[in-house]
């Protein structure tokens, strides 16, 4: 009788060990992750730093993305439902760097802690904070590199430029703009590329930072400038789709510089093929990373205020260096992507 006794307390006892348990992993803090797409390299690695990040601190992570770069309405739909859920906050890499705005406004006011990562808001104040690459240093050194690599010939080059998309979020200006303020070129509005008129400057294609859409993107340049000796792509699979269209038209033999930005295992591997001349590497997996652990903690890292973000780094790699340029081999770059 004493031990059937002890068998119901102990019973009784792992059931309210159990319920305490589950109440406890139920009142585990939701946090997000929202990026631009899910099959981009640059957001799925991303996605891996949030989800490593996330098991270590015993947090929930809930992911969303656009059905494609520029897909603002998926976006706010992703914020909406993390406003519902009741969540801690959350990491983005916005579509629309002014039209998520009012959004980002809605889950502030409701407490959420929002961290943009890679692609700054319009204003950058909307955001609680922002992690990002200085786009427009890693656009710079990828000027000042083509810049350097072609010598005198720089003064007559005829430049293709694959933007990434016609609204022209933040990301795309400042690595566009900084490309050309590497190569020489005179920056019209800071805010805004189109507007330049310097003659080399052969014509601005859109390539959604898509693989295919860059191809064809290139393909279009072509007809308009045949005689193009530079390529600078918004990022490596834009410039891995300009490669195929230089290829198809038997440019393929280094009479054309292609520049990029990300630094991807994919892309530096294809500076180690002389695909791409020269790549600025930055750091997905570390956004994400030290994001999710901004929001569970509730504390932000000291931030330059002159700065205005937390610069995560951007490194160049190439396999010809160009004096005057600080770059890291390929194989540094390949030990590196994507940290």
């Known amino acids: 009788m004493g031990k059937f006794r002890f068998l119901n307390v102990s019973l009784a006892g792992a059931a309210a060990l159990a319920l305490m348990s589950a109440a406890s992993a139920q009142a585990a803090d939701i946090v997000g992750l929202i990026t631009k797409t899910e ?29 494609y770069d520029g897909d603002n309405d998926a976006q706010v739909a992703a914020i909406e439902n993390l406003i519902s859920a009741g969540a801690k906050g959350f990491a983005i890499v916005p579509s629309d760097s002014k039209a998520i705005v009012p959004t980002i406004k809605k889950a502030r006011d409701a407490g959420l802690m929002v961290i943009v990562l890679d692609t700054p808001l319009d204003p950058m104040d909307a955001a609680t904070a922002t992690f990002a690459t200085d786009n427009r240093k890693a656009g710079k050194l990828i000027g000042e590199w083509a810049k350097g690599t072609l010598g005198d010939k720089a003064k007559d080059a005829s430049i293709v430029f694959l933007d990434l998309a016609t609204n022209q979020p933040t990301v795309d200006y400042l690595r566009d703009q900084g490309f050309m303020e590497g190569f020489g070129i005179d920056v019209k509005d800071p805010n805004r590329y189109g507007d330049e008129d310097d003659p080399r400057i052969c014509t601005h294609e859109i390539s959604e930072g898509d693989q295919a859409k860059g191809r064809t993107a290139m393909e279009n340049a072509l007809q308009k400038c045949p005689d193009v000796s530079v390529v600078y792509t918004i990022n490596e699979p834009a410039a891995a789709g300009a490669w195929e269209a230089l290829k198809g038209a038997g440019k393929d033999d280094g009479s054309v510089l292609i520049v990029s930005i990300d630094g991807g295992c994919p892309g530096v ?19 994400a990373s030290m994001a999710l ?41 390949l030990d590196l992507c994507w940290g």
């Open 293 to 333: 652990e901004a929001i569970a903690s509730g504390k932000l890292p000291e931030v330059d205020p002159a700065v205005g973000f937390l610069d995560t780094g951007a490194t160049l790699i190439t396999a010809k260096p160009v004096d005057g340029v600080e770059s890291i081999s390929v194989k540094e770059g």
């Open 269 to 287: 591997k294809n500076v180690e093929a002389g695909v791409i001349g020269a790549t600025s590497q930055q750091y997905p997996h570390k956004m």
């Open 39 to 67: 099959t981009n390299p640059f957001f799925v690695k991303m996605r891996e730093g949030a989800e490593q990040k996330a098991k270590e601190l015993g947090i929930e992570l809930r992911t969303a993305a656009g059905k």
